[in-house]
């Protein structure tokens, strides 16, 4: 495996697709031609499962459900997109990747993190992010960007999660954060409420020091 692979992670609301689309540009134009993905939703059979994940009216699905199908749209993203990406050279910048399984479905959910990284082991195989950006800022606020967001698009199935309450949103938030202080070296934590091309400048910062020969 040549490539890089880079994560973003955070609450909802914190960014991240902002983020992505300037570092993106930053790399591009250090000659980079870095491939931009997304989970859940990064293979056609990921698009299916988001429907399914993100839908306002499934509220029956259980939480061990849930994790199965963000695992089984995992396991199909890695084998499909990120691993061949890698092994041909490129940056890979995913949104949303392993963490956001551990914040949202082991503090947020409840489920037991030693079943979650079990099953995540099996769905992403070789593919470990070489540096997870996390965008880190308070619940509340995040929660009160993402329904600003969610009210100009036309598209309500992509409310569900958003419509949890405040306190499940703060242990993903807690969640994050303790992860990060396991893997410092991996992790990049940046304040949210940043200005966007400060963001994407301290991204590019945090690059170049871990890989000095990419850029
Ligand atoms: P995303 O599209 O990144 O939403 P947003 O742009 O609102 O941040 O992610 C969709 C939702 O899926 C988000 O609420 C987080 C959730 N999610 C999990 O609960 N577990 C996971 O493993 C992943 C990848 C996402």
């Known amino acids: 495996m040549h490539g890089i692979f880079i994560t973003f992670e955070g609450i909802e609301g914190s960014g991240k697709s902002t983020l992505i689309n ?3 540009a930053a790399l591009r134009r250090a000659g980079q031609d870095p491939l931009i993905t997304r ?3 990064g293979t056609s059979l990921g698009v299916a499962l988001r429907k399914v994940l993100l839908n306002p009216e499934m509220e029956k699905l259980g939480s061990m459900a849930e994790l199965m199908l963000f695992a089984a749209d995992r396991a199909q993203h890695v084998s499909q997109v990120i691993l061949p990406a ?3 050279g490129q940056i890979v910048l995913c949104d949303r990747y392993s963490d956001a399984t551990i914040a949202y479905q082991g503090h947020g959910r409840g489920i037991p993190l030693d079943v979650i990284t079990a099953i995540d082991n099996y769905a992403r195989s070789e593919a470990i992010p070489h540096m997870t950006i996390l965008l880190d800022l308070p619940a ?5 960007r993402a329904r600003t967001r969610n009210k100009k698009s036309m598209d309500s199935s992509e409310s569900r999660i958003d419509e949890e309450e405040m306190a499940f949103h703060q242990r993903v938030r807690e969640g994050y954060l303790m992860l990060a202080d396991q893997e410092p070296d991996r ?5 949210a409420r940043e200005k966007p091309d400060r963001m994407a400048g301290l991204v590019m910062d ?4 871990r890989f000095p020969d990419a850029v």
């Open 22 to 24: 300037n570092v993106a």
């Open 39 to 41: 989970e859940p939703g």
């Open 86 to 88: 890698l092994e041909a």
């Open 140 to 144: 509340e606020t995040g929660l009160t």
């Open 187 to 191: 992790f990049l934590v940046l304040d």
């Open 206 to 209: 945090g690059f170049r020091s």
